[in-house]
């Protein structure tokens, strides 16, 4: 019988079939650390520039010669709302008075933006081995030039529908997200987050569903959850939560602590922070604007207002506004560093199998 982790290292030139979720956050030297274990270290690029993504790649060479992901949103853009955007404003003046903070000086939040021409020229001169996508692919032009690059291409799915629709479009392999993961949800078919399936649940019948190697995520942050991936016929695992506390990801005092003391039941799936629906620990912003908030403009724009009210609590040392992303597994996290976790994952699963 095949060995699909092995067939999966074999075609992405890999030691172990360790993922490093892309993650907007941690800092530059998580991505370099995991791919010289042996892993592949993933860049998110949804909020840099083509300079910035330019740059990190650069960084991330500089230290290893070992494959590396782009990971890029695959969205549509979201068309201005200015009636919405003040009623959000509005939602949220009762803290900016709190703070001592003036709405009316509110500057344009962080852009999310989808992969588009100048990032397909990029990956064109670039070359990387492995780009995947959040959020469904770009339109079949722009796919074509990351094919004609050599890359190969990582599709993520929250439903078996989805994993279909990647397969049909010429992914190389599937990420099948459990709801149980952090940060954003990658469904692109439905909005229904109701209908989202777990983990344990989705990677078998993705499986069963799609002739390609599968990767799991969602609630896996040791070796027992990657063995349980594995068993069901995954060919790589996907972490991210876990890799939050390893020493090269830089994380926030506050979002650190936050992780260290989240169970099993603390976290949610939010729209308050962005506009779209993405798992964080339940704080002060969760708890009292959603999670689930009608008033939350889409995806990205919700993000601009809540940014001073961010910056204000941390500067109290507070993460009572900010996105504290992460899954249901983060009990199970422990501080290392990121070399350490990869190989853990990997020789620790092959030895509970």
């Known amino acids: 019988m095949s060995n ?75 068309a201005p709302d200015p009636e919405r955007e003040a009623g959000w404003k509005r939602r949220l003046a009762a803290y900016y008075a709190e703070f001592g903070l003036d709405p009316d000086s509110v500057a344009p939040g962080p852009e999310r933006a989808p992969f588009d021409a100048a990032m397909a020229e990029l990956v064109t001169a670039l070359r990387p081995p ?29 439903t078996v529908a989805e994993a279909r629709w990647l397969a049909e479009r010429g992914v190389d392999a599937v990420i099948a997200q459990g709801v149980e993961a952090g940060g954003h949800r990658g469904l692109f078919l439905s909005d229904d987050i109701g209908r989202q399936v777990g983990t344990m649940a989705l990677v078998p019948q993705v499986v069963d569903a799609v002739d390609l190697p599968v990767i799991a995520a969602g609630g896996i942050a040791d070796a027992r959850g990657a063995a349980a991936a594995f068993a069901l016929g995954a060919a790589a695992v996907q972490v991210g939560t876990a890799y939050l506390l390893c020493e090269e990801a830089g994380l926030s005092a506050a979002h650190r602590a936050a992780l260290a003391e989240s169970g099993d039941s603390d976290t949610a799936l939010t729209t308050v922070f962005t506009g779209r629906p993405a798992r964080g620990i339940l704080n002060r912003a969760m708890r009292e604007l959603g999670p689930i908030s009608p008033d939350a403009p889409a995806f990205p724009r919700a993000a601009a207002a809540l940014q001073p009210l961010r910056a204000a609590a941390e500067a109290q040392g507070s993460g009572a506004f900010t996105p504290l992303w992460s899954g249901q597994a983060a009990a199970l996290a422990r501080p290392c560093t990121a070399a350490e976790l990869t190989r853990t994952l990997a020789s620790g699963a092959e030895r509970l199998r």
């Not at 979720?21 to 941690?26: L, Y």
């Not at 690059?149 to 929250?158: D, E, F, S």
């Open 4 to 78: 699909p982790r092995a067939a999966f290292c074999e075609r992405f030139g890999l030691d172990l079939p360790v993922i490093q979720a892309p993650m907007i956050g941690p800092k530059p030297a998580l991505a370099p650390a995991v791919s010289a274990a042996g892993g592949l270290g993933s860049i998110a690029c949804a909020a840099l520039t083509p300079d910035g993504v330019r740059a990190e790649v650069e960084r991330l060479r500089a230290l290893t010669d070992r494959p590396y992901a782009l990971n890029f949103f695959a969205h549509a853009r979201a």
């Open 130 to 158: 492995v780009v995947s996508f959040h959020f469904g692919l770009p339109e079949e032009g722009l796919l074509a030039r990351v094919r004609e690059a050599g890359c190969r291409i990582l599709g993520c799915a929250t």
